[in-house]
């Protein structure tokens, strides 16, 4: 080993920039207005500042900054690099890939760990050819070296990436071992001192068994770290605690490893620090991942000082790093202007966590005013009268503790509903968005800007909610909608309402390809000020005679979909937002609606990698979405809607949701999650039978057949008939005829009844 491992790092940094300059470049050269050499040249121009920003942030050291980077996505950079999907270094085959063509699908995109980024799947298959392209890695190397830099090159590795394709297979692991190993020897050749690679797949139970995944881990990283032409291995583990693969990782003794202590994973694991202690043996150099890479909280440098401490390790033998990369964080506070200055000293994004990992490895008696400060933030932020209400806490205490239960039963519920409600059989309605049209994104511009009045704003809206029904009645849907026209962002609308919540300007991050979000934060105690949808949903109902449906997004997804709070369980926030939520139900119930949907899309993405801890976050998920409707009246129908997800492995929680209706996204997969559902569900069900997340227009004629599909499975009579999902990506020169081909679908199929 020539040159040491550097005293302080990262694991990753965002990619997407600042002012997400890489976003604009992909946009553009997707749109046709740049040129292949001009998106390069930009996307170059963008990693070369990232490294002297990183430089002058503090991290000086030989292989300090991670070169993590991607066009698009960073498990499709490394596929491509050792060639488990081919595609060498063309720049419109990489593009194809993520995004399909005209004639081609695009790969699969799941959600990266338990985090809101998604990853392409590699589809692979038995006796593949994997012909590596190292030349992808190495000029990354080679332009950072010319512009003065000794950066880490990063791959995600062989047991990750063949566990998270599609299938697993593991018969390739051999052949890919080989192709990371000429990928490694070329780095050498460039005259790479250190690589970063990524096994996060020892932290989660994946399809294979954690056991399985630690044998594997051993079978091919004793060959890589067997060979001689290679740069030292900084080998990482992210997202949560080694269990099984532990062990072998001190018996593999990588060079360097990487170990995620956050308060996260040390609350859910908490005694990973010290097995870590015991399993490492002193000859890898440790480094430890104290400063949380996936929240927005400032650290508690002294306690993070005592977990660096309880390692034992000599000065010489440990480095301090973030919990997993910053993707998953905003840049820089230095972008806020409008945060509350109470809370404002209690948060820390990218660039002010590269500050703390400093802070840890200078120490308290360097760092004076760092430590001082978090010791300030910790104080304030504990004793905080504004996140902390003693009001909302004694309400959540007062609920019965575990399961709760809406009364009457389903069954009793549904006669009051036929009888109160009476729509047909093979009810008609949609998801609850209508397109988001270039007029009301002005009006919502112009409104921010001041150029619009509230009142003029909020007429702007209400002629869109009149158009949105008026097309409904005369298309003929049974349970109407209004649109949803009033929100940018199904959840970002809900926290601005609630108290509780902050909301950042500029905090955006990577969702996936050029799609970036901006999580809001859940700072403390939640309560409803005012109610926040009855307006809206009062003013669409009093232009129908049918029923029009309130829209709420469910307590699961609202916490799914925001930054959570590290002080309190998040059962606890959960509770809390689902009583804020059930005063919204009873408001909309007094405004005269009767159905009111529950939106829960993210109830699987809060599901932890350990399947022993499961259960118990199933338990609180679907506790906290009964408490939203748990007064409701019998007569008012709830529904709930859910999409994105494999249901298999939560079906039974989304029975016990006890919505009386439950749409859910199926026309993709032509039904297929039926005959899961048939067994599970006795309540009323809309399985999708238009995909939303395509631009074509389905025919009658195919909405007919998911119909009758459907109905092996479901009687008529609990049966409903829905797009897959809202409509607020598709344009209306699409919707209309959509939706008029699936009123008649449902007209056709019911005549046969
Ligand atoms: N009601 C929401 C909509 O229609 C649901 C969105 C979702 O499921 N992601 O837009
Ligand atoms: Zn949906």
Known sequence: MTTSFPKATIEGYPRIGANRELKRALESYWAGRI?????????????????????????????????????????????????????????????????GTDTRVPLEMTKWFDTNYHYLVPEVSAGQDITPAPERIVRIVEEAREAGHTVRPYLVGPVTLLALSKPAEWSLLEKLVDAYAQVLSALKAAGVEWVQVAEPAVVADLSTPDAEIAARLREAWSTLLAREDRPNVYLTTPYGAAREALAVLGELAPE??????????????????????????????????LIDGRNVWAANLRERTEVLNGLGRDNGTVSVSTSTSLQHVPHTLNAERNLPVE??????????????????????????????????????????????SAEVSARVE?????????????????????EELGLPKLATTTIGSFPQTPEIRKARADHKAGELTDE?????????????????????????????????????????????????????????????????????????????????????????????KGMLTGPVTILAWSFK??????????????????????????????????????????????????????????????LVALEAQPGTQIHTHLCYSEFGQIIDAVAGLDADVTSIEAARSRMELLEDIDSTFHSEIGPGVWD???????????????????????????????????????????????????VAARDEVAAGL
């Open 343 to 388: 809370v404002a000293p209690w948060l820390s994004f990218a660039d002010e966590k590269i500050a703390e990992v400093r802070a840890l490895v200078a120490g308290e008696d360097e760092a004076v005013s760092a430590f001082a400060q978090s010791d300030r933030a910790v104080r304030t932020r504990a004793e905080s009268a504004t996140i902390h």
């Open 35 to 99: 040129d292949a050499e001009t998106f390069r040249s930009t996307a170059r121009a963008l990693r070369i500042d990232t490294y002297n920003h990183l430089r002058d942030l503090g991290l000086t050291e030989d292989y300090a900054i991670p070169a993590d980077v991607a066009y698009y996505d960073q498990v499709l950079e490394t596929a491509l690099t050792v060639g488990l999907v081919p595609g060498g270094t063309d720049l419109d085959e990489e593009f194809a890939l993520a995004r």
């Open 256 to 289: 360097a490893l990487h170990v995620d202590l956050a308060p996260w994973t040390l609350d859910t694991d908490a005694d990973y620090a010290s097995r870590v202690a015991a399993a490492i043996p002193a000859g890898v150099h440790l480094v430890a991942g």
């Open 692 to 742: 939303i997340h395509s631009p074509r227009v389905p025919s009658t004629e195919e909405m007919v057949e998911l119909i009758r599909a459907a109905l092996a499975n479901v009687p008529a009579e609990r049966l409903w008939v829905n797009p897959d999902c809202g409509l607020k990506t598709r344009g209306y020169a699409e919707v209309e005829p959509s939706l008029r081909n699936l």
């Open 398 to 418: 007062k609920l019965p503790a575990g399961e709760v239960q809406r009364a009457p039963l389903f069954a009793e519920r549904k006669k009051i509903q036929d």
């Open 565 to 626: 709070r590290d002080d309190v369980p998040l059962s606890v926030s959960a509770d809390q937002i689902a009583l804020a939520l059930a005063d919204e139900v009873r408001d909309l119930e007094n405004a005269g609606i009767k159905v009111i949907q529950i939106d829960e899309p993210a109830l699987r993405e809060l599901l932890p990698l350990r399947a022993d801890e499961r259960p118990a976050y199933l338990d609180w998920a679907v506790r906290a979405f009964r």
């Open 456 to 548: 003029q704003y909020r007429d702007a809206l209400k002629a869109e909610i009149k158009n949105v029904i008026e097309l409904q009645e005369e298309i003929g849907i049974d349970v109407l909608v209004h649109g949803e026209a009033e929100r940018n962002d199904m959840v970002q609308y809900f926290a601005e309402l609630l108290v509780g919540f902050v909301v950042t300007e500029n905090g955006w991050v990577q969702s996936y390809g050029s799609r970036c979000t901006r999580p809001p934060i859940v700072v403390g105690d939640v309560s409803r000020p005012a109610p926040m949808t009855v307006e809206w949903a009062k003013y669409a109902q009093s232009l129908s005679d049918k029923p029009v």
